[in-house]
Each structure stands twice: as C-alpha cells, then as structure tokens.
C-alpha cells in the first residue's frame, strides 16, 4: 500500500467527509479546520469566522487504488467550486472551496485539475489553492458525523 493524504474544503465538512469516505481506496477520512491564523480552533470560534479557517477533511488514500488526481475529479463533483465562500445555505469563509496542497505534484495537478474543469463551466471557479497548513482535528462529535446518524 502506497498511503498518502490530501486537504480539500468544500463547505460543510460533514457531507464531504461521507462522500470521500465511500470510495474505494479512501482509508482514512478525518474532519477539521486549517488555512487559518488561529492556533487550536474550536468549532464555535471557526464558525465566528475571525480565525480564518476553512473547515476541511483530510483524505488519506491508497494511491495504488485512486489517485490523487481521482480524488481531484471526485472535489469538483461534490460541491460548486464557483461559489466564493458558501456552498448551498452554509455561508461564511469557513466554507470556501480549497485544496491544500502537500508537494509540488499535488500544486501541478491542482492547478492542470482547475484550468481543464474551468473549460466546461460558464461560471469562474473561485476554488483557493494553496500550501497545506497544519490542520486541526476538529471535535469528536463532528468525526463521521452523518455515518453516525444513517
């Protein structure tokens, strides 16, 4: 097994941990917050929308089973990339679609993943993409939040 991990935010972390967590090759999906200014956030200081941080999920995959350009086409799918911070009624920085990025492969193929989307869409992706930041584990409540209520 060849593991190794992404960072993407595409609104609520909730749907998009499910969604990520079903694929095949997907090992570990865990929820939380980076790419902000605060160290150690809590869920209620993320949501203020002072500390700067997106709530993401940390994908950790088995890449002889999907890549990490899989997991690409797989971000543009689950949420709107053209709207700025907001997806559907989550509103507010916290929701901003983004990929973090962990090595110069995974900045490459991000950005070659955005310009070939961007063809076939009228509306401009607003999806930031940056260099991975440390990420915060969020709370335990919020870890497989929907899979714990199906």
């Not at 902000?36 to 940390?58: D, I, L, M, W």
Request: proline share 2%; hydrophobic share 30%.
């Amino acid at each position: 097994m060849n593991m190794t991990k992404a960072l993407i935010g595409a609104g609520c972390f909730w749907g998009i941990e499910e969604y990520y967590r079903k694929l095949k090759g997907v090992i570990v999906t865990k929820v939380g917050y980076s790419g902000g200014n605060t160290a150690k956030p809590t869920y209620e200081e993320v949501c203020s929308g002072k500390t700067g941080h997106a709530e993401v999920v940390q994908i950790k995959f088995d890449e002889e089973t999907i890549s990490f350009q899989q997991i690409l086409n797989h971000f543009w799918k689950c949420h709107d990339p053209t709207q700025l911070n907001r997806q559907g009624f989550d509103v507010g920085r916290q929701y901003r679609s983004a990929i973090f990025y962990y090595s110069n492969e995974q900045h490459n193929d991000a950005l070659e993943s955005k310009k070939q989307i961007q063809q076939n869409l009228q509306k401009t992706i607003v999806t930031e993409i940056t260099p991975a930041q440390k990420f915060y584990l969020a709370e335990d409540y919020h870890q497989l939040y929907i899979f714990k209520r199906v």
